[in-house]
T-cell receptor, first 116, second 111 residues
Framework: GAGVSQSPSNKVTEKGKDVELRCDPI?????LYWYRQSLGQGLEFLIY????????KSGLPSDRFSAERTGGSVSTLTIQRTQQEDSAVYLC??????????????FGPGTRLTVT | GDSVTQMEGPVTLSEEAFLTINCTYT??????LFWYVQYPGEGLQLLLK?????DKGSNKGFEATYRKETTSFHLEKGSVQVSDSAVYFC??????????FGPGTSLSVIP
């Protein structure tokens, strides 16, 4: 079946511009996560959606970052007024959720963002 | 808060050597524990998991045992291959579905 997809795969933008990154989770998965992976670094948690609950935004690094999830499916991560330190690979993952901790995450291929 | 700590890399081993990558965690409740692997140029994928104390996860010759008494989930493999070269991430998932990753350990296996 189809896995998690992300678009675009690569994005180059100028400092100060806004960008939108898209994630299509696996159909039926209620949990959706965004992470950031900087070069040579681990995964930095950004935000987590679970069903219709309020998202856990505790990982968003600044108010320039926001995310929404429409209809419990597709999610968009928006970065306003991009800075060079925002350059990273942004990963999306989904999980069946249902508050069952044994379910693993399925990761998308990521969007590589470069801010010049 | 919940956290995962794993040994710093990079780790370089010769083929057929024994591998241990240490992982310890701090969490409330009863998390599930995972090892994910990221091969060069590829996305993250699940390697193995354990959902309760004393469970052993295994896959592709890798093993890890969920040790609640030491809050550890160390990854081991008896004989590594060049194809095992990758970055390995330890992670925990809480009962309310939040997932925390360790910083990753880069492994290079040389012939």
């Amino acid at each position: 079946g189809a896995g998690v997809s992300q678009s675009p795969s690569n994005k180059v933008t100028e400092k100060g511009k806004d960008v939108e990154l898209r994630c299509d989770p696996i159909s039926g998965h209620t949990a959706l996560y965004w992470y950031r992976q900087s070069l040579g670094q681990g995964l930095e948690f950004l935000i987590y959606f679970q069903g219709n609950s309020a998202p856990d935004k505790s990982g968003l690094p600044s108010d320039r970052f926001s995310a929404e999830r429409t209809g419990g499916s597709v999610s968009t991560l928006t970065i306003q007024r991009t800075q060079q330190e925002d350059s990273a690979v942004y990963l999306c993952a989904s999980s069946p959720g249902l508050a069952v901790s044994s379910y693993e995450q399925y990761f998308g291929p990521g969007t590589r963002l470069t801010v010049t | 808060g919940d956290s995962v700590t794993q040994m710093e890399g990079p780790v370089t081993l010769s083929e057929e050597a024994f591998l241990t990558i240490n992982c310890t965690y701090t969490a409330t409740g009863y998390p599930s524990l995972f090892w994910y692997v990221q091969y060069p140029g590829e996305g993250l994928q699940l390697l193995l998991k354990a959902t309760k104390a004393d469970d052993k996860g295994s896959n592709k010759g890798f093993e890890a045992t969920y040790r609640k008494e030491t809050t550890s989930f160390h990854l081991e493999k008896g004989s590594v291959q060049v194809s095992d070269s990758a970055v390995y991430f330890c992670a925990l998932k809480t009962s309310y579905d939040k997932v925390i990753f360790g910083p990753g350990t880069s492994l290079s296996v040389i012939p």
